[in-house]
């Protein structure tokens, strides 16, 4: 084992030591890194009955994970640690410019620099703005760079305009800045599609979504970011609907759907977020959330095809399925199956509210809730953590785990105003999904009697609303 730099020097050790746990986390504040072992780094703690080994790969994931206030000290004991490393594996987990001087200076430049160019690079490429003469009744709209890592260590630099300043009826307008996204029961839908009919499912990510839609209904400037090449005494104008706009989610989808209208596709529902083309017996669809896309196909062919064009067109980064919008899919086409699950979010989830040590539970609810016994008052901070929570579960029940849609539901009723008993139970689903954190939904091919038949199922208990005794239905279309 490789020590730090002030103790340089080759420690034998008697065994391999145990992979670390994100579960020890909570339980370990003085967590810090001694060195490296093969391809893994090695952990120590007063608390641990022992080293621990970190893979290179899941760097980055504890890093996160510890970026929770309850777990500030462990986050700095882990990040002053890792500063000392003098063996160079895995990604940089230096500090993170806040702003664009700081990510300009001798500290940073190396990393952030490039980042910032690449960005400017498209703005560039994309014929995004235009320079034009300031004068005094130009109205500028902030600007702000963001800086972030990506989960691999790269450095990430992104120019956001604040659309926050911009005005209703002049700069944007009511009614035509909402851009549906695929539903969790539509991706449900064609994922069972493709198990029954043994279709390859692959996805997409457009590179720069935002600076593909052009901006040809307002007038907005802005002053021009650190490294973009513009005149003195100008400033620029927004050709096209980039990062920060009101209107930049609506303005890429357009730019998507009158392409897929020109190759021939037709949209299979209202919002436009499913779109199909069919050649004979061959099929190809796309299901669209924001840059997200799937495809699912029963020709290779005509999906490859299909990617070739839409390069030509977009900057993709493409390929089989494997995690879209936190969701693990496997596809074993041959064998008409396909399996989805949330694994690795429930795991964040479960860091984020402190509940990776918890105990397991055997089922996410014991009883109905009511206001009326909600329990002892939270405070501000705990009511705001609690619609948190409530809104990360639903994010759960509605894409892969069904089987805390009602808890979720019970939970959602008390946002306005939730009681200790109330965040009790929330937790309790917490605990449950701790025990149940690899469970999701699997897909095949129906035999027999089965194929093609739509099964429902519904029920209705009877007055179960302890506030306002109103009965509540259930139902299930499989």
Same mark, same amino acid.
């Given at each position: 084992?490789?020590?730090?730099?002030?103790?340089?020097? !080759?420690?034998?050790?008697?065994?391999?030591?145990?992979?670390?746990?994100?579960?020890?986390? &909570? $339980?370990?504040?003085?967590?810090?890194?001694?060195?490296?072992?093969?391809?893994?780094?090695?952990?120590?703690?007063?608390?641990?009955?022992?080293?621990?080994?970190?893979?290179?790969?899941?760097?980055?994931?504890?890093?996160?994970?510890?970026?929770?206030?309850?777990?500030?000290?462990?986050?700095?004991?882990? &990040?002053?640690?890792?500063?000392?490393?003098?063996?160079?594996?895995?990604?940089?987990?230096?500090?993170?410019?806040?702003? %664009?001087?700081?990510?300009?200076?001798? *500290? #940073?430049?190396?990393?952030?620099?490039?980042?910032? !160019?690449?960005?400017?690079?498209?703005?560039?490429?994309?014929? %995004?703005?235009?320079?034009?003469?300031?004068?005094?009744?130009?109205?500028?709209?902030?600007?702000?760079?963001?800086?972030?890592?990506?989960?691999?260590?790269?450095?990430?630099?992104?120019?956001?305009?604040?659309?926050?300043?911009?005005?209703?009826?002049?700069?944007?307008? !009511?009614?035509?800045?909402? &851009?549906?996204? +695929?539903?969790?029961?539509? $991706?449900?839908?064609?994922?069972?599609?493709?198990?029954?009919?043994?279709?390859?499912?692959?996805?997409?990510? =457009?590179?720069?979504?935002?600076?593909?839609?052009?901006? *040809?209904?307002?007038?907005?400037?802005?002053?021009?970011?650190?490294?973009?090449? %513009?005149?003195?005494?100008?400033?620029?104008?927004? +050709?096209?609907?980039?990062?920060?706009?009101?209107?930049?989610?609506?303005?890429?989808?357009?730019?998507?759907?009158?392409?897929?209208?020109?190759?021939?596709?037709?949209?299979? $529902?209202?919002?436009?977020?499913?779109?199909?083309?069919?050649?004979?017996?061959?099929?190809?669809?796309?299901?669209?959330?924001?840059?997200? #896309?799937?495809?699912?196909?029963?020709?290779? *062919?005509?999906?490859?095809?299909?990617?070739?064009?839409?390069?030509?067109? #977009?900057?993709?980064?493409?390929?089989?399925?494997?995690?879209?919008?936190?969701?693990?899919?496997?596809?074993?086409?041959?064998?008409?199956?396909?399996?989805?699950?949330?694994?690795?979010?429930?795991?964040?989830?479960?860091?984020?509210?402190?509940?990776?040590?918890?105990?397991?539970?055997?089922?996410?609810?014991?009883?109905?809730?009511?206001?009326?016994?909600?329990?002892?008052?939270?405070?501000?901070?705990?009511?705001?953590?609690?619609?948190?929570? =409530?809104?990360?579960?639903?994010?759960?029940? %509605?894409?892969?785990?069904?089987?805390?849609?009602?808890?979720?539901?019970?939970?959602?009723?008390?946002?306005?105003?939730?009681?200790?008993?109330?965040?009790?139970?929330?937790?309790?689903?917490?605990?449950?999904?701790?025990?149940?954190?690899?469970?999701?939904?699997?897909?095949?091919?129906?035999?027999?009697?089965?194929?093609?038949?739509?099964?429902?199922?519904?029920?209705?208990?009877?007055?179960? &609303?302890?506030?306002?005794?109103?009965?509540?239905?259930?139902? =299930?279309?499989?």
């Amino acid at each position: 084992m490789s020590l730090l730099p002030d103790v340089t020097k !080759e420690v034998f050790l008697p065994m391999q030591p145990i992979a670390f746990s994100l579960e020890e986390v &909570c $339980n370990t504040p003085d967590l810090r890194f001694v060195g490296t072992c093969q391809d893994s780094y090695v952990l120590v703690s007063s608390h641990l009955d022992g080293p621990r080994s970190l893979p290179v790969s899941q760097v980055l994931d504890l890093l996160h994970y510890t970026m929770d206030p309850s777990l500030a000290a462990v986050h700095v004991s882990f &990040c002053d640690s890792y500063s000392l490393l003098s063996a160079d594996l895995g990604p940089d987990l230096r500090l993170i410019p806040k702003t %664009c001087s700081q990510a300009l200076s001798p *500290d #940073f430049i190396t990393d952030w620099k490039p980042a910032m !160019e690449k960005e400017i690079q498209g703005f560039l490429k994309h014929k %995004c703005f235009a320079p034009v003469p300031l004068t005094p009744h130009l109205r500028m709209l902030p600007g702000q760079w963001l800086f972030s890592r990506k989960r691999t260590g790269q450095a990430k630099a992104r120019f956001v305009i604040g659309g926050h300043r911009q005005r209703l009826g002049t700069d944007y307008f !009511e009614f035509q800045n909402y &851009c549906a996204v +695929l539903a969790s029961r539509d $991706n449900r839908v064609l994922l069972a599609l493709a198990a029954a009919q043994g279709w390859h499912i692959y996805q997409t990510d =457009v590179e720069q979504m935002f600076l593909h839609g052009v901006l *040809d209904d307002v007038d907005l400037y802005i002053r021009p970011p650190a490294l973009y090449p %513009c005149p003195t005494d100008h400033v620029l104008k927004l +050709l096209k609907a980039v990062y920060g706009l009101h209107q930049a989610p609506p303005k890429f989808k357009k730019e998507v759907t009158v392409w897929l209208k020109s190759q021939g596709y037709s949209p299979a $529902n209202d919002s436009e977020t499913v779109w199909i083309i069919r050649k004979g017996d061959k099929v190809l669809i796309h299901a669209l959330y924001a840059d997200d #896309f799937l495809h699912f196909s029963n020709c290779k *062919d005509l999906y490859a095809k299909f990617r070739d064009q839409f390069k030509n067109r #977009f900057d993709i980064k493409t390929g089989e399925v494997s995690v879209y919008l936190g969701n693990k899919i496997v596809v074993e086409s041959d064998q008409f199956k396909t399996s989805i699950n949330q694994s690795e979010y429930i795991e964040e989830i479960l860091g984020k509210f402190d509940m990776g040590s918890s105990h397991a539970v055997g089922t996410p609810m014991t009883g109905r809730l009511s206001a009326s016994e909600k329990g002892k008052d939270l405070s501000a901070p705990e009511k705001a953590s609690y619609r948190v929570l =409530v809104g990360s579960l639903l994010y759960l029940a %509605c894409w892969t785990r069904p089987d805390i849609s009602f808890a979720v539901s019970e939970l959602s009723r008390f946002v306005a105003d939730p009681g200790q008993n109330h965040m009790s139970a929330a937790k309790r689903v917490l605990r449950y999904l701790r025990g149940t954190k690899d469970l999701g939904l699997q897909y095949t091919r129906p035999t027999g009697s089965s194929a093609n038949r739509l099964h429902g199922y519904v029920d209705s208990d009877w007055a179960g &609303c302890a506030d306002k005794r109103k009965s509540t239905t259930g139902y =299930v279309l499989m």
